[in-house]
């Protein structure tokens, strides 16, 4: 039962921590994607990987931060830094970089107080 | 400056009728388009595409249509069902084969009422 999964569902913090959100896929995808979606907004994209050990920027990266040690897996960190943190966070793989069909995980909703 | 727009944040339609939901870009290098449907605190799920070279694609009750010198999709989705009830995303990408990431719109909340 192949797929991408993301724990925790809920995630509560207090500001000034840093968290782990996970992102784990058995689809042999190469590609990987961590997006932040807020109220009335659309996906915007925070980093991605092509390929193990490398990753690349998206349009809001400032206050977080990837790794991509192991093809199945792209924890991403919310740092201290990120101004506002809260939010639905969603991670996608797509077969190859490539390829433009993402499937997404079920995603995570962090609360930072 | 959003590339990728869809005017209408919600629509509602009666189970049965014709649902519409419409997406304009700004961006003439986009040639390949997604539909993703997300349901709350869930993943999108994709849904259907189009590439640039067709004006139509047709899946089930989906049809996309693309009207590339009015840079404007629309998703058709005849008949509607309660659980059609989402939102609807529109993504759009420079190239089919590149690496190039997606463009989402905001979305359009659509409920279908039985």
């Known amino acids: 039962d192949g797929g991408i999964t993301q724990s925790p569902k809920y995630l509560f913090r207090k500001e000034g921590q840093n968290v782990t959100l996970s992102c784990e896929q058995n689809?042999?995808?190469?590609?990987m994607y961590w997006y932040r979606q807020d109220p009335g907004q659309g996906l915007r994209l925070i980093y991605y990987?092509?390929?193990?050990?490398?990753?690349q920027k998206g349009d809001i990266a400032e206050g977080y931060s990837v790794s991509r040690e192991k093809k199945e897996s792209f924890p991403l960190t919310v740092t201290s830094a990120q101004k506002n943190p809260t939010a639905f966070y969603l991670c996608?793989?797509?077969?190859?970089?490539?390829?433009?069909?993402?499937?997404f995980g079920p995603g995570t909703r962090l609360t930072v107080t | 400056d959003q590339q990728v727009k869809q005017n209408s944040p919600s629509l509602s339609v009666q189970e049965g009728r014709i649902s519409i939901l419409n997406c304009d870009y700004t961006?003439?290098?986009?040639?390949?388009f997604l539909w993703y449907k997300k349901y709350p605190a869930e993943g999108p799920t994709f849904l259907i595409s189009?590439?640039?070279?067709?004006d139509k694609n047709e899946d089930g009750r989906f049809t996309v249509f693309l009207n590339k010198s009015a840079k404007h999709l629309s998703l058709h989705i005849v008949p509607s069902q309660p659980g059609d009830s989402a939102v609807y995303f529109c993504?759009?990408?420079?190239?089919?084969?590149?690496?190039?990431?997606?463009?989402f719109g905001k979305g359009t909340k659509l409920t279908v009422n039985p």
């Open positions: 996608a793989s797509s077969l190859t970089p490539g390829t433009t069909e993402q499937y």
């Open positions: 689809l042999n995808h190469d590609a």
């Open positions: 990987s092509q390929i193990v050990n490398d990753f």
């Open positions: 961006n003439s290098m986009f040639d390949y």
């Open positions: 189009i590439s640039s070279i067709k």
């Open positions: 993504a759009a990408s420079p190239t089919q084969g590149g690496s190039e990431k997606l463009v």
